[in-house]
């Protein structure tokens, strides 16, 4: 069983910067493709963010140059840099973690962007 813990969400003026973190509880980390979803009220959860083992990343257009998704194998850790934070960012943002069809959430953490 995987299990994912989210941390680093909070209360963010526009521009500012957030790092999340997501520790997996999980054999073999390296092989899982990690994400990061955000999901904000209203609306459908997109994937934010990918990265696989051997480091192939993704973003969503919108994030693209703003955020930096990084991993580090050897703490079974994923992160999220997100910078220049805008109120279009507001969400409860998702860890992932994904596997030959199985996938894995964490209870998300909340990012709010407002002055």
């Known amino acids: 069983q995987v299990q994912l813990v989210e941390s680093g969400g909070g209360l963010v003026q526009p521009g500012g910067s957030l790092r999340l973190s997501c520790v997996a509880t999980?054999?073999?980390?390296?092989?899982?493709?990690m994400g990061w979803y955000r999901q904000a009220p209203g609306k459908q959860r997109e994937l934010v963010a990918s990265?696989?083992?051997?480091?192939?990343?993704n973003y969503v257009d919108s994030v693209k140059g703003r955020f930096t998704i990084s991993r580090d194998n050897a703490k079974n850790t994923v992160y999220l840099q997100m910078n220049s934070l805008k109120p279009e960012d507001t969400a409860v943002y998702y860890c992932?973690?994904?596997?030959?069809?199985?996938?894995?959430w964490g209870q998300g953490t909340q990012v709010t962007v407002s002055s």
């Open positions: 990265m696989t083992g051997g480091g192939t990343i």
């Open positions: 992932n973690a994904a596997l030959t069809g199985r996938a894995y």
């Open positions: 999980v054999n073999f980390f390296s092989i899982y493709v």
